[in-house]
């Protein structure tokens, strides 16, 4: 099956500090989602990116198809921004799977 | 709020207990989910409904039992559960199923401890 490989695993911050969180894949795929999943454990979608770039407020995301990656951007972050960071995607061809990555952990300090 | 809820939000069990962890979702979709998160591990998916019919069964133990009696209801029915089963169980619903380019809404998970 496909694979999905988050980095970094762990990140710390200092509040008003930027990010960028990076999910590979090693296969075509057709969906491409960001969720936070925050210290209850409550997973929120962020976006939905198979490829091109979005944008929301002080997130943003980019997928590029072609190499197999999509970057999450997070800027002047906040303390509310801690928690977990996954990124799923479902093949090109197949069946109607969502692959998860084993997340970066983010935790801003104030 | 995603429009997804669980009941309970924790539960404790032993291993010869039998219980049913509960999801619905508000939003109309068709498709609905149930994930194992357990700690250091990335979610697993255990079982997809589409229209109430089952369409994936992830090798999942036969002490695992899902029921999904309309498109917004689903039940995992839990009996002599072991304690690695403890973990974060998740319920997720789409519009229709997400290898076609579906967002996927969570719900806020049930904490389970088999004892």
């Known amino acids: 099956g496909i694979q999905v490989e988050q980095s970094p695993p762990d990140l710390i911050l200092q509040e008003g500090a930027n990010s960028t969180l990076r999910c590979n894949f090693s296969?075509?795929?057709?969906?491409l989602q960001w969720f936070h999943q925050n210290p209850w454990g409550q997973l929120i979608n962020l976006f939905y990116i198979p490829s091109g770039t979005k944008q929301n407020g002080r997130l943003s995301a980019t997928t590029v198809a072609t190499e197999r990656y999509s970057l999450l951007y997070i800027s002047s972050s906040q303390t509310t921004d801690s928690g977990v960071y996954f990124c799923a995607v479902g093949p090109n061809f197949g069946n109607e799977k969502l692959t998860f990555g084993t997340g970066t952990r983010l935790t801003i300090i104030p | 709020e995603t429009g997804v809820t669980q009941t309970p939000r924790h539960l404790v069990m032993g291993m010869t207990n039998k219980k049913s962890l509960k999801c619905e979702q508000h939003?109309?979709?068709?498709?609905m989910y149930w994930y194992k998160q357990s700690a250091k591990k990335p979610l697993e998916l255990m079982f997809v409904?589409?229209?109430?019919?089952?369409?994936e069964n992830n090798s999942v133990p036969s002490r695992f039992s899902p029921e999904c009696p309309n498109s917004s209801h689903l039940f995992l029915h839990l009996h002599t559960l072991q304690p690695e089963d403890s973990a974060l169980y998740l319920c997720a619903s789409s519009q229709d199923l997400t290898g076609a380019g579906d967002t996927q809404y969570f719900g806020p998970g049930t904490r389970l401890t088999v004892l």
């Open positions: 296969d075509s795929v057709n969906n």
């Open positions: 939003l109309g979709h068709n498709a």
């Open positions: 409904y589409n229209f109430k019919e089952q369409t």
